[in-house]
């Protein structure tokens, strides 16, 4: 049987874990506009189609992108197992309620 005390304390521990991982999605994501609109601007192209497809293609866009997805990798493995949590939680209560 798990001890419910042992997961409240999992999910008080790493809240805050969570929490900054979801803060950085959130961030990168707003930050990748930022980066493609600095990638848009420096490009040597004329048309729009052009600076575009050069701002998608730029190493800086790309390395945004990258961490981006390890920022999403983090805070859904850090959910899933405050999920995880919190279902030990209810199985511990059904199984006393079956008691």
């Known amino acids: 049987?798990?001890?419910?005390?042992?997961?409240?304390?999992?999910i008080i521990k790493h809240s805050q874990e969570y929490a900054l991982a979801k803060a950085n999605v959130v961030y990168l994501e707003q930050y990748r506009k930022t980066q493609k609109a600095i990638c848009f601007q420096s490009s040597l192209r004329s048309t729009m189609?052009?600076?575009?497809?050069?701002?998608y293609a730029h190493k800086d866009y790309i390395a945004v992108l990258d961490g981006l997805k390890d920022a999403v990798e983090t805070a859904e493995?850090?959910?899933?197992?405050?999920v995880a949590a919190q279902a030990r939680i209810e199985i511990y209560r059904t199984q006393e309620a079956s008691n």
Do not use: C, G, I
């Not at 049987?1 to 999992?10: F, G, H, L, Q």
């Open 77 to 82: 493995r850090l959910r899933w197992m405050l």
């Open 1 to 10: 049987m798990t001890d419910p005390n042992a997961a409240v304390d999992y």
């Open 49 to 55: 189609a052009e600076k575009e497809a050069d701002a």
